[in-house]
Structure formats: structure tokens, C-alpha cells
């Protein structure tokens, strides 16, 4: 029977016309220029490996669609136009974040309605090329008459086989790079990624021995022999969380203007400046930014620990100041679940959350509330608050896709700039700038400004090198290399009104310091919590692990900056010196590999099960992980 099922089913193969197997030759060739089109977009080296494994993959789902479709060419040209799609989607998403998205990423499509200015606002007319060819194609489609297959032929025979080579040369990734996403695209292209990142987020549940995720290293020591410890004693706290800011910035000038002169004005007088420190955000950008300096933890790269893990328990800066008195607040000008932050922070343990239903929407930009209302409000509003108070602002002016309305723009941008993501930028920080200094203005004016520490800190870079030509700009610019070292340098400034100070500490620092340095200047000694940072005032070197914008096991030390690979091979890597951005040997850096991959991994271990609560006793001393 099967003999004779495999005769019937090569005679009706055989009889299949010529131009049919052509049309399916034509769609295949097209998905793969398209899909080589947004490998070079993101990735500046074509592998042979991932030209094979690409037509490999893409061969098996035309050819096994084409046996098992009544009508062959209209089942190539549907394959065709879902493919092109999720191409067209990914190389979009790609030119706003800078990596391909996961299907985790539908838990946050309800985030689209308040940043669809910023997302859109990316969108690259060139993608749309990637879409021109579908009407042509169902065009041509309907001028010739359709193929019709013999189904049950085609499953006595002939579908076992294409299913098994389909089955294979897409799961292979998974076992290839033990469901890594950051490198499985770079070795097998975009579906690869995409059915692995499926496999991954449906069966990746990770759950640990809690022992196994207890940090270990060295104990937390914070006390009074630490230089500056208490010099901010009992003070009022302002965090500053400064959207998109990045520390080239400070001192920069554009046509002899300065760009900040509110922020350079605050790191030249009583402040202590951090001018190498990075940030260390994932999918949630500026929620994971709040996250880390409230936790001193590392965000979840691919997940939102906002999103996610709303219920957990936490041992945050905000909780630990409430044990000393302060009371708590965040200004947002926001929906206030906007990155779910409603439901985060009563287990962040921030008392008020200000967001855009409790503030006055006198004046609307771009996503959310103008900078300068959301200031003049926060203002209003602490100035009566019980003292001392640890308030945390978070500006949105200053967000992608930088879009200020013709009044608010008095940088004047030279005409080589135009209008380009880089001079939006400049405009965008301008303003932000302008009304943070109306704020220290206002708080002086309340008699706020001497008894406080008002903190500036940025939450994550906001021209990324690979997006729209910064690297070009923006290295004309600074005149040096732009790098994705410099994108990912952020100012963090610590304004101590009266102390006297003008100290810039270059000591590397990650988001993750925040936390226990903050706690220093304020003379609070911590002594429960389980922080993955240190106190990097006092600190004899430094080392931030990095992750999400580069891949896992990147890092960054006070001599190096490492770059792991994409494709997940150690000797591709490349590393700098930080300072004469000079190469610098692969083996030299085999240790921070492995720092920080563990480093990362054990954090990830504790939020994603919850594990606080089991680890944390008041006996056993504050624990850091190196």
C-alpha cells in the first residue's frame, strides 16, 4: 500500500506545472534577501551558517505548506506575507530597542497606547520595502489559475518526512544554545529566534534551590569610618530620575551653548560626581532603572520585573528609609499604570504615587505630563510634606522620539543636525535642563534646598550607536569613537547643598550602587537586605555587569570595557581600554565573564522565585554578591 501510495503521489508531483514550483522558488528567494536585509540592519556579519540554517528553515515550511495546501500558490503567497510581516516587525522593534522581540512582549501591548509617538515615531520608511512586493504578488497571483493538490496523497506519503525536516531545523537552535536568546539569532537568523524564544517562554520556567541563589562574597560594611558617611544625615531626599540622559552631556556645548548648563552648574558645586556610571536596565527601561536603585538587584533583561512580579517581596531603599522616619512618594506624569507602577510600589514601599490622575494635566508632551508642570506640581506638593521625605521624580519630555512643540525649543540646532534623532535630542535635554533648574530655583524659594540631597541620575541611554545614523552624529559630535560603552554612560550626581564638595569619582559604578552608596552619605547602616551593589564612595574597584543592550557576560571594569559576542563564542568577543579605547586581550577578560554571568544569574534566581523572604534574617548580616 505505501508503495504503491508513494507511485500515485511523485505521478501527481510530477504533473505539477513548472511555473508553480517556480512561484514558490520566487517567494523563497525574496524571504531570503529580506530576511539577510534585516540581518545586515542589525548585525554587521553575514555567517554561512546562518545563510544555511536560514534557507534551510524557510525551505521546509514552503515546501511542507505547498504539499498540504489545496492551492499551492495561495498558500506560498499567505506563508509569503506572514513572514515579510514578522520581518517588517522585527526589524521596527529592532531600530527602537535594539534586539528582537519575545513573545513576552505581548504581556505589554497595553504600554503601546502611551508611547505610540515614541514607538512609531522609530518606525524606518526603508521597512516598508520590506512589505512593496506583497501586492504585486497577489496580483500576479490572481491571474493564474490555482494548482489544486491531491491531500490524502500527500499524507500517505510525502508529509512525514517534510514534517520531521521542518521539526528539526527549527528546534535544533534550541539544543544548540541551550535556549540563549542572545545569540540565537545571530547564528540562525529570525525564524530560529523566533520559534526558540516560544520554546523558551513556555517551558524556560526557572526554579531554584534557594541555597543555590544565597549571594556569596563579602559583607555589606557600611559605617562611619566610610569617607563621607552621614554627611547627608536626616536630610530630605529628591531623586531626579532624568529620562534618556547620558553623561556626555555634561560640559557639552552646541554652537558655543551650553546643552545642561542647570546639570553642569550642580556637578561643579557641592556634589559628588559619578562620571562612569552605566546603566543596567532591561525591557522595562526607565521601571527597570527605578527598580535597580530601589533594590540594588539586577533587572530581568527580557521581563519586567514590574510587570511580572508586582506581588513579590522586596527589601527596598524606600522600606529602609521608611524604618528611619522618611516618608516616600514618586512623581509620574503618567496613567498610573503605565509599567504597572500602581500595583509596584506598595511592595516597593513608596506611600504616594502622583501620577497623571492625581496632577493637574495643565500641559501635555509628547507621552505624558511637560516636564516643567510635573516639576512645578512635585514642587507644591513636597513642600508640604511631612519632613524628612524621600521623593523620587521621574521626567518624560525628554523621551523618544525627542518631538517638543515649536515653543519649547531654544537650542539652536545647526543645519547639518536638521531635524535628526540627535538634534531632537539636544532640544529635548535642553528643555528638561531648563525646567529642572526652574526646580532647584523653586526649592530654594521654599526654604526646601539647604536641608535636602537632590540626586541626578539618568535612567538609560537615549541614543543607542545602531539607531539612525548616531554613531555617524554623534562620534562627529564628541569627536571621538561613539561607542556603545559611551551610550550606555549615564550622569548619577549626588548635590549636597552647604557640604562644600566638588569630588568626581571615576571608580566604574552601576545602577546597582545607588542603593548602599545613597545609604552612606546619609549615615544609615544597613544591615538586612541582600544587595548585589556597594557603596562606591568607599569602594577599591569597580565592576558593573551588563546586560539586555549587550549580550550576557558583557561587562565593564575600571581598566576594560568586554563585549561579549552575539553569537555566543567567547573568542569572538572583543574588549577596550576605557581609556584609549586600544584592544584589549579576550583572555584577559575570562574572569569578568564569569563574574558577571553569576552575578546576574543569581539575582535573576532570587526575584524570579521570590526567594527574599527565605534568605533574608535579621541575624545573618547584610549580604553583597560580587
Request: charged share 20%.
Amino acid at each position: 500500500m505505501e508503495a504503491t501510495g508513494a507511485k500515485e503521489a511523485y505521478r501527481v508531483i510530477s504533473k505539477t506545472p513548472s511555473r508553480v514550483m517556480s512561484s514558490a522558488s520566487v517567494y523563497l528567494l525574496l524571504i531570503m534577501l529580506k530576511s539577510t536585509f534585516l540581518y545586515l540592519f542589525s548585525s554587521p556579519v553575514i555567517t554561512p551558517v546562518f545563510l544555511i540554517f536560514s534557507l534551510l528553515a524557510y525551505s521546509a515550511i514552503f515546501v511542507s505548506c505547498g504539499m498540504l495546501a489545496d492551492n499551492s500558490r495561495r498558500a506560498f503567497l499567505l506563508v509569503h506575507v506572514v513572514l515579510s510581516s514578522l520581518i517588517f516587525v522585527d526589524m521596527n522593534y529592532y531600530a527602537y530597542y535594539g534586539f528582537l522581540p519575545s513573545v513576552r512582549d505581548l504581556a505589554l501591548l497595553n504600554q503601546v497606547g502611551a508611547v505610540k509617538e515614541s514607538f512609531f515615531g522609530a518606525f524606518r520608511p526603508i521597512s516598508f520595502l520590506l512589505l512593496a512586493d506583497i501586492p504585486l504578488l497577489v496580483y500576479l497571483g490572481r491571474q493564474k489559475k490555482s494548482n489544486r493538490r491531491v491531500i490524502p496523497v500527500v499524507i500517505a506519503s510525502g508529509i512525514r518526512p517534510v514534517v520531521f525536516v521542518l521539526l528539526a531545523v527549527l528546534i535544533f537552535p534550541v539544543f544548540a544554545v541551550s535556549v540563549n536568546m542572545d545569540y540565537v539569532y545571530s547564528r540562525f537568523g529570525t525564524l530560529a529566534y523566533h520559534f526558540s524564544d516560544l520554546y523558551d517562554s513556555v517551558f524556560n520556567k526557572p526554579v531554584v534551590d534557594p541555597e543555590q541563589a544565597r549571594p556569596g562574597g563579602y559583607i555589606n560594611e557600611i559605617g562611619e569610618e566610610g569617607e563621607h558617611f552621614g554627611i547627608a544625615r536626616s536630610r530630605n531626599v529628591i531623586v531626579i530620575q532624568l529620562e534618556s540622559f547620558q553623561s556626555f552631556l555634561v560640559g557639552a556645548e552646541h554652537n558655543g551653548v551650553e546643552i545642561t548648563p542647570n546639570l553642569n552648574r550642580l556637578v561643579q558645586n557641592d556634589s559628588i560626581y559619578f562620571s562612569r556610571y552605566f546603566q543596567q536596565v532591561g525591557i522595562g527601561n526607565t521601571s527597570d532603572a527605578e527598580f535597580i536603585i530601589h533594590n540594588s538587584m539586577h533587572s530581568l533583561g527580557r521581563i519586567s520585573v514590574y510587570r511580572r512580579f508586582a506581588n513579590g517581596s522586596f527589601y527596598t531603599l524606600p522600606k529602609l528609609l521608611k524604618k528611619d522616619g522618611y516618608n516616600t512618594s514618586v512623581f509620574h506624569g503618567n496613567v498610573p499604570d503605565f509599567w504597572n507602577r500602581e500595583a509596584m510600589y506598595d511592595s516597593q514601599g513608596i506611600d504616594e504615587f502622583y501620577s497623571l490622575d492625581r496632577l493637574d494635566p495643565d500641559e501635555i508632551v509628547a507621552i505624558g505630563l511637560s516636564d516643567r508642570s510635573l516639576f512645578k506640581q512635585a514642587a507644591e506638593i513636597i513642600s508640604r510634606m511631612e519632613k524628612p521625605f524621600y521623593s523620587v521624580i521621574i521626567t518624560l519630555t525628554s523621551h523618544v522620539p525627542y518631538t517638543l512643540p515649536e515653543e519649547l525649543k531654544e537650542l539652536e540646532i545647526s543645519e547639518e543636525l536638521g531635524d535628526s534623532q540627535f538634534g531632537r535630542y539636544l532640544q529635548a535635554v535642553h528643555y528638561t535642563d531648563k525646567v529642572m533648574g526652574e526646580f532647584i530655583e523653586t526649592l530654594k524659594a521654599a526654604d526646601l534646598y539647604d536641608d535636602s540631597l537632590i540626586v541626578l541620575a539618568g535612567d538609560h541611554a537615549g541614543l543607542y550607536p545602531q539607531n539612525e545614523g548616531n554613531e555617524r552624529i554623534v562620534s562627529s559630535f564628541l569627536g571621538r569613537h561613539y561607542t556603545i560603552e559611551e551610550a550606555m554612560r549615564i550622569p548619577l550626581v549626588f548635590h549636597i547643598p552647604g557640604s562644600g564638595l566638588c569630588e568626581e569619582i571615576e571608580t566604574v559604578t552601576g545602577q546597582i550602587d545607588f542603593f548602599p552608596t545613597l545609604l552612606n552619605l546619609l549615615g544609615i547602616i544597613e544591615t538586612s537586605g541582600i544587595l548585589f551593589g556597594r557603596d562606591i564612595i568607599n569602594a577599591e574597584e569597580g565592576f558593573v555587569a551588563l546586560q539586555h543592550v549587550v549580550p550576557l557576560g558583557s561587562f565593564v571594569d575600571d581598566e576594560k570595557f568586554f563585549l561579549m559576542s552575539r553569537d555566543g563564542v567567547f573568542e569572538n568577543s572583543v574588549a577596550w581600554d576605557t581609556r584609549t579605547l586600544e584592544p584589549v586581550g579576550i583572555q584577559e577578560c575570562i574572569d569578568g565573564y564569569y563574574r558577571a554571568i553569576e552575578q546576574i544569574r543569581k539575582s535573576q534566581q532570587i526575584v524570579s522565585n521570590d526567594l527574599l523572604d527565605e534568605l533574608i534574617t535579621e541575624e545573618s548580616g547584610s549580604f553583597v554578591a560580587e
